[in-house]
């Protein structure tokens, strides 16, 4: 049975080590909050001022209302063109513009088409750039038609905020960062260092020791949860239309599967070093790239689709969206839970075993 | 003097410690490798697949050819729902992304010319995905509205009005418009950096952590021979990385380098500098490997979303595009997409050579400064 007092001594052992080292505490809070401010503020998906060149060979006055129509939007800006024949490879090269615009002789008396050329070493930006140009040419330029009038309805986001994305997603990706992180850490530093053995010899239990070295980054976890929630919904006014008590219950839930992960890799790195790179390319880099945090889930390749579904922040981070932003409830997210719920117990039951395996 | 005998020896200690820890090693090739095909294929911003689902009160012809010219495409998959859902109930319960409705008499309407409407409903949560969806629902309508006014213009050809503007584009350097092709010189880069700032932060601290760096102190080993012995090994295993992942971009994603090698190397040479040096200046700062790392990883973190990988640089508002200015990666990265994209030459690249170069000097200046022979 594990004795509630020896949990603790170790629980407190750990707290200590948290906090003489000032330095890893301090970036465990300053790190979300930079986070949260450079994704609020630069992570912005939409291209402004793209530099195009224009080459008009036609000097007249359709053409130039049709770069009248480019220049004022705020999606382009003018660059000058050197003198001589155009050549846009070599701009993009240059990088000094991103698009050339090439009107022919005769435009808008016997000739209607222009070529666009864009740089697309960067391809969403080309098809968004591609896209910019259409809508100009078809505003500005076409006879409107009786048609289908679409209606569009934009749901919990009217606003097409990126903050609104990105602030749910960070709560997910720093709670697996420093509960996966800090505890695959701690554990195989002591084995480093050599201290396991001295626990060992002890007679505590090795589930004491686990749920001991769990507990205080449970809680640093949870701390660090919340100040981020508070400051996205102060600095970026993201929304909480869900119900707290159910946002704290999956939390809690999705602590313990970051937990258990850094356990697992604990048990398996034997240095320190060991367990940072696995750690990270078991955590930050899944939880970034595969979990829809960043890039939807639904673009990707069929293999890579099924990866996801070992990915806890996947089903966490449709919690706290879902929480968050659509104001679900329980009968909408247990699905999630329950495969959080099953994953942290799979981890849990061969962590341990293959702790108790280093024992003897 | 510097000898190199002793350096050599050192280089020799240093592999032979790298290479005896299997887990080193996986993490330094394995790993790379998976990234390299994670990453190539996860991160892109298209919108595939959605889930749109149809509340079709029509039931007419009409609408059901609507409903079949957005099955076609593999921007969205279309989940059959009862007609009694509520579009915002399916969207609360992520059973669709997009829903659209069409009311009675939709068919009638359109078939007569006159104004019609359809309602979409979009999720709009993530405000990128959402953005797009409305422009491909856009595009997709607009698309079978032209095909339908074709096929009666030919039924009753009336002159057509033919002072639209017609716009042609063309993708230059990627015209398929390939999203690996922009990534995986990202990656690389993201790489490089990860490996060289990583191994050189952990370097000096581990021999403190375990005592040996008093070991080594009491040797008549000079600073600079310590120097060179720890980071020349990083330099040689960060540059065969670059190749193993330069050599799996080829096989894997058939990406060819348009510029030249040679160029390539020398820049990573020259940026490697700036990483190694940052390594070192977190090393002599710290008192353990925990805390090494930590802070290897928050400033790697902070480079990397600032470095233009996901998101160009460009996007970014002014204050922000500043900061970006003195990110080494950012720099290196747009060097490495020049080169494998553009075959961009070193005229092209003159800024950059300066940026990389006035850093490295500066960066792994101060870390020899600061790297001092004692505990």
Not at chain 1, 49 to 63: H, R, W
Not at chain 1, 103 to 112: L, M, N, V, Y
Not at chain 2, 154 to 179: A, G, Y
Request: proline share 4%; with cysteine; hydrophobic share 50%.
């Amino acid at each position: 049975m594990p004795n509630l007092n020896r949990i603790k001594a170790i629980a407190e052992k750990e707290v200590f080590h948290i906090l003489r080292d000032s330095r890893t505490l301090t970036i465990i809070f300053i790190m979300p909050l930079l986070q949260l401010i450079i994704f609020g503020y630069a992570m912005n998906m939409e291209i402004r001022q793209v530099p195009l060149v224009v080459d008009d060979s036609a000097l007249n006055s359709s053409s130039q209302a049709l770069i009248d129509a480019f220049i004022h939007t705020d999606y382009f800006h003018l660059v000058p063109k050197d003198e001589g024949i155009l050549n846009p490879g070599e701009l993009f090269k240059e990088r000094r513009a991103q698009a050339t615009l090439s009107i022919p002789q005769g435009f808008g008396k016997d000739s209607f088409t222009v070529l666009l050329k864009i740089d697309a070493s960067d391809p969403n930006s080309a098809q968004m750039i591609q896209n910019y140009a259409n809508g100009i040419v078809n505003n500005r330029f076409a006879i409107a038609g009786a048609g289908i009038t679409l209606q569009p309805l934009i749901l919990y986001n009217p606003d097409l905020k990126s903050s609104f994305f990105f602030v749910p997603g960070l709560i997910a990706l720093i709670l697996v960062m420093i509960c996966a992180l800090l505890t695959s850490i701690s554990i195989s530093r002591e084995k480093e260092m050599g201290t396991m053995e001295q626990i060992l010899v002890s007679p505590v239990s090795a589930t004491e020791i686990l749920l001991g070295k769990v507990l205080p980054y449970i809680f640093l976890g949870l701390m660090d949860a919340l100040l981020i929630l508070g400051v996205g919904m102060l600095l970026f006014q993201v929304p909480f239309r869900g119900e707290f008590i159910v946002f704290l219950g999956f939390t809690f839930l999705y602590v313990l599967t970051s937990l258990c992960l850094g356990l697992l890799v604990s048990t398996v790195a034997k240095t320190q070093q060991g367990a940072m790179m696995m750690a990270l390319g078991m955590t930050l880099l899944p939880t970034l790239l595969l979990s829809g945090y960043m890039f939807p889930i639904s673009s990707m390749p069929v293999i890579l689709q099924k990866i996801t579904y070992i990915i806890p922040a996947r089903y966490y981070l449709q919690i706290i969206r879902g929480i968050m932003l659509k104001g679900n409830s329980v009968r909408h997210l247990y699905q999630s839970g329950l495969s959080l719920l099953i994953m942290s117990v799979t981890m849990l039951i061969i962590a341990s075993r293959r702790f108790k395996l280093r024992l003897s | 003097m510097i000898s190199l005998k002793v350096i050599g020896s050192f280089i020799k200690k240093e592999f032979r410690q790298i290479m005896r820890s299997r887990e080193m090693l996986i993490v330094l090739f394995a790993l790379p490798a998976v990234q390299l095909l994670v990453m190539g294929f996860a991160v892109t911003n298209e919108v595939k697949n959605l889930n749109l689902s149809f509340l079709d009160y029509d039931r007419s012809a009409t609408s059901r050819a609507l409903i079949q010219s957005f099955d076609s495409t593999d921007r969205f998959r279309i989940v059959p729902v009862s007609n009694a859902a509520k579009p915002e109930e399916l969207i609360s319960a992520w059973k669709a992304s997009v829903v659209i409705v069409i009311p009675p008499g939709f068919g009638a309407d359109y078939g007569q010319g006159r104004q019609s409407n359809l309602q979409v409903i979009v999720d709009g949560i993530d405000g990128n995905t959402a953005s797009v969806a409305n422009s491909f629902v856009a595009g997709v309508v607009g698309d079978f509205h032209r095909k339908r006014m074709q096929e009666t213009m030919h039924r009753s050809p009336i002159p057509r009005l033919n002072t639209q503007v017609e716009l042609l584009s063309s993708m230059t350097f990627n015209p398929d418009l390939r999203s690996s092709l922009n990534t995986i010189p990202g990656i690389i880069a993201i790489l490089v950096t990860v490996t060289s700032m990583m191994l050189s932060a952990i370097s000096l601290v581990k021999e403190k952590e375990l005592g040996t760096l008093e070991q080594l102190l009491v040797t008549p080993v000079k600073k600079a021979e310590l120097m060179a012995g720890k980071l020349i090994p990083y330099l040689i295993i960060t540059l065969v990385q670059l190749q193993v992942a330069i050599v799996l971009a080829g096989l894997i994603f058939r990406i060819e380098l348009a510029g030249s090698y040679g160029l390539l190397l020398l820049f990573s040479m020259i940026y490697l500098f700036t990483t190694l040096g940052l390594g070192i200046l977190i090393s002599t700062r710290v008192a353990s490997q925990q805390q090494a790392m930590f802070f290897s990883w928050f400033i790697m973190v902070i480079i990397i979303l600032l470095s233009g990988f996901f998101v160009p640089v460009q996007n970014m508002p002014r204050g922000i595009r500043w900061i970006s200015f003195f990110n080494p990666l950012s720099h290196y990265m747009t060097v490495l997409r020049e080169i494998v994209i553009k075959g961009s030459g070193i005229t092209q690249l003159m800024k950059e050579l300066w940026i990389l170069g006035g850093s490295g000097v500066l960066i792994f200046g101060l870390s020899v400064i600061s790297f001092r022979k004692r505990v």
